[in-house]
């Protein structure tokens, strides 16, 4: 059974960092992309980034482009989240999802159950 | 850019009844790369769809996609008390890479 596990949320000020990481089990991590997702409670969900199973390739939401940044340590089976200058409009629940094959353009076949940021003066 | 629309907004059903959820999206899907996820409250999204009509591993067969182009329905035959819950439908590989809908709610009526 696949299990996603994430942490790292917490409170930050505007402007400030956070990363967060996503301890994978149960899979050949490094045969599958992954992402991050983001939920603000009560509201839809918004894709954030992904990153290809050798790490090779990345993509990311507007919102977020230049500054996160996704990475993997396939030898942990782990995924993190690098964001920087942070808004508070970034705060949300943030799950990290499996695609569900090999290409990056597939659906997300297993979900963490999220780690809350919340950004607030 | 890819914009996903879904209708209704709240679906109040009881059990046994039929759901027909509706998904649109502003441009065509190319290869069907469209999914829905159930999502039921204080758990992370389910993945019940894929490929617009292919249920994913687990999922009861009362569940159904069907929907080409811009046009896209989840229909559950019967529903049981545990399909309550919020529905999102996805857009994957287009422009952006990957899009959610609004979601509809399923509640009881």
């Known amino acids: 059974e696949v299990q996603l596990v994430e942490s790292g949320g917490g409170v930050v000020k505007p402007g400030g960092s956070l990363r967060l990481s996503c301890a994978a089990s149960?899979?050949?991590?490094?045969?599958?992309?992954m992402h991050w997702v983001r939920q603000v409670p009560g509201k839809g969900l918004e894709w954030v980034s992904l990153?290809?199973?050798?790490?090779?390739?990345?993509g990311y939401a507007d919102s977020v482009k230049g500054r996160f940044t996704i990475s993997r340590d396939n030898s942990k089976n782990s995924l993190f989240l690098q964001m920087q200058s942070l808004r508070t409009e970034d705060s949300a629940l943030y799950y990290c999802?499996?695609?569900?094959?090999?290409?990056?353009?597939?659906?997300?076949?297993?979900w963490g159950q999220g780690t809350l940021v919340t950004v607030s003066t | 850019e890819t914009v996903l629309t879904q209708s209704p907004g709240t679906l109040s059903l009881s059990p046994g009844e039929r759901a027909t959820l509706s998904c649109r999206t502003s441009?065509?899907?190319?290869?069907?790369?469209l999914a829905w996820y159930q999502q039921k409250p204080g758990q992370a999204p389910r993945l019940i769809m894929h490929?617009?009509?292919s249920r994913a591993t687990g999922i009861p067969d009362r569940f159904s996609g069907s929907g080409s182009g811009t046009d896209f329905t989840l229909t559950i035959s019967r529903l049981e008390p545990e399909d309550f819950g919020v529905y999102y439908c996805?857009?994957?590989?287009?422009?952006?890479?990957?899009?959610f809908g609004p979601g509809t709610k399923v509640d009881i009526k």
């Open positions: 999802a499996k695609g569900r094959t090999y290409y990056y353009d597939s659906s997300f076949d297993s």
């Open positions: 149960g899979l050949p991590f490094s045969d599958y992309p």
């Open positions: 990153i290809s199973g050798d790490g090779g390739s990345t």
């Open positions: 441009q065509s899907v190319r290869s069907n790369y």
């Open positions: 490929g617009a009509s």
């Open positions: 996805q857009h994957y590989g287009g422009s952006p890479l990957f899009t």
